[in-house]
């Protein structure tokens, strides 16, 4: 199984940015899907945004326009650009993988934003 390990995160004033890596262990193919999630504590965790292996990108509402996914094929990596950052915003934040009816997550990355 494909292991995911994130990078990034941490603590950002409102407004300010962040750019989240995710980067996986093994080849990511063309047809696998790759997404973010994030999750604060008593609530379930929540999709932010996901990218298909052909560059089709899909995002939740509250981060539209602000947020933006990518990935780099050469390296096996998903970025998650983040910009406009709110305090609702504040989370933890998780990268997903599915490949070949396998599915495969980070261990996660604090997310604070808060003056």
């Known amino acids: 199984q494909v292991q995911l390990v994130e990078s990034g995160g941490g603590l950002v004033q409102p407004g300010g940015s962040l750019r989240l890596s995710c980067a996986a262990s093994?080849?990511?193919?063309?047809?696998?899907?790759m997404g973010w999630y994030r999750q604060v504590p008593e609530k379930q965790r929540e999709l932010v945004a996901t990218?298909?292996?052909?560059?089709?990108?899909n995002y939740a509402d509250p981060v539209k326009g602000r947020f933006t996914i990518s990935r780099d094929y050469t390296k096996n990596t998903v970025f998650l650009q983040m910009n406009s950052l709110k305090p609702e915003d504040t989370a933890v934040y998780y990268c997903?993988?599915?490949?070949?009816?396998?599915?495969?997550w980070g261990t996660g990355k604090p997310v604070t934003v808060s003056s």
């Open positions: 997903k993988l599915n490949q070949y009816g396998m599915e495969s």
């Open positions: 990218i298909t292996g052909d560059g089709r990108t």
């Open positions: 093994g080849s990511i193919g063309r047809s696998s899907l």
